[in-house]
């Protein structure tokens, strides 16, 4: 897998909260629709969440996620920084902890810290 060269995209393009329920509010550009991630710590999934690195290049695992309106074995696995607070990765995966389909950064500065850190994915081919 090689890394894209940066796009740069407008503040507040991308935006995630996170809500009381452990639920993520995701929304990729101002003219989408919100889009609701549902925690997937769920019995049936703990094989595979305990497979996932905790830590990756200075940034910790937050959780896993589904989206329902994508099929059941699709999981969205989100990174944050302490450091960077407005910086965080999603790993996808088809069957958690299995198979990366890809690896996308949204940070507010104009830098790749996995990439300087050489820090490599092996997705699914």
Sequence with gaps: MNFE?????PSGNFTCQEKANG????KFSPHDTTVVWVSADQ???????EK?????GGYSLKGA???PSEPFDIFHVIYTSD???????IMTYSNI????LSVALF????????LEQNIRFNLMK
């Excluded at 450091?83 to 990765?89: A, C, K, Q, T």
């Design 5 to 9: 060269k940066i796009r740069a995209t």
């Design 23 to 26: 639920n993520l509010w995701v």
């Design 43 to 49: 019995p049936e999934n703990k094989k595979g969440i």
């Design 52 to 56: 996932l690195k905790k830590n990756i």
């Design 65 to 67: 996620y589904l989206n």
């Design 83 to 89: 450091s960077n607070p407005n910086s965080l990765f």
């Design 97 to 100: 902890g299995e198979n990366i």
């Design 107 to 114: 940070n507010d500065k104009p830098l790749n810290p996995l």
